[in-house]
């Protein structure tokens, strides 16, 4: 699965990706469920070719962070999600700036996080 539901009981809150530049997930929240900074995405449906809106711009991997996770590097990753495929811009700190790949399916070591 390229879109893995992410629950809090009975309610669907968003849905992870793998991002293989980052080697880690990435957490789109459902417009239900925004981020405390008020962040949420639209999303197809589609856990298989899934499109996310807007793009996401993750930046940075704080140690001091409260959900700082030691397997996912500091960098910048940001990227659009479309029809199953993930396109990086230009900004990314990373191998695959400026490159569009099929999304993977999410590795079961990552399907809770």
């Known amino acids: 699965m390229k ?10 809150t968003g849905h992870r990706i793998f991002c ?4 880690c997930t990435h957490f789109f929240n459902s ?3 925004p981020t405390s900074g008020g962040h949420k995405w639209s999303f197809n449906g589609d856990t298989e070719r899934p499109t996310f809106t807007p793009s996401m711009n993750m ?21 659009f999600v479309t029809n199953g495929r993930i396109q990086y811009l230009g900004d990314c700190t990373h191998a695959l700036a400026g490159q569009t790949i099929d999304l993977p399916d999410v590795p079961t070591e990552w399907m809770n996080g």
């Open 59 to 79: 930046r940075s991997n704080p140690k001091d962070h409260p959900r700082y996770n030691p397997r996912c590097p500091s960098s910048v990753c940001h990227s």
């Open 31 to 33: 417009p239900e469920f």
């Open 20 to 23: 293989p530049a980052c080697r």
């Open 3 to 12: 879109a893995v539901p992410a629950m809090d009981g009975d309610k669907v």
